[in-house]
């Protein structure tokens, strides 16, 4: 039996914040939420390398916050965290997406209000952050103005149950077995 399951439990969907569009992306639509849910245990640090055409190259640290070594002059640095967006809050579905980006401004957002997250995740064990989403105010980087999203916690909401997975089953009738002599000459022929 082949089941397929959909892309919830699968892992491919993602959040993403585009700062020259000043605009967040739920898996490529882009739409306006006015609240995110993040893990605190999920954050990942490290180093990420995004090429167009090729599949991102992360590499994470063992224990988030510890500086590794720059996998290569391309790479710069990343996080990831997992959320969960919701149509009632403006994105365009319901579910957990993952949130990785080597971004400066992805970057400077999460770290403006990480260490509110931070604090209070000791007195919200197991909890989700709830994560208000205010806009962008621009920010100077070298030669280039770059929108860095406005985030503030507004809370602490338990882990939002998953929806049940679809699941499509191919079943197909096993085989007849192979006749006896057949199979010792298949066999024989190896």
Known sequence: MLDVLNEMSSGGGYLSWG???NSWNVDGDTCAPTKILIDPQSLKTGFGKIEKGVAPDYV?????????EQP???????????????TKYGAPLDGEREWASNSRASREGLKKVWESVHNGASDNAGKWAVIELAGSE???VGPAMINVPIMKLAGWAD???KPLPVVVSYAE???EPMPVQEAVAAADAF
């Open 19 to 21: 700062s020259q569009k």
């Open 60 to 68: 994470w640290a063992e224990i988030a916050g510890t500086k590794i």
């Open 72 to 86: 290569s002059p391309s790479h710069k640095p990343a996080f990831s965290v997992n959320t969960f967006v919701t």
């Open 138 to 140: 621009p920010m100077q």
């Open 159 to 161: 882990k939002p149950a």
């Open 173 to 175: 009738p096993a085989p």
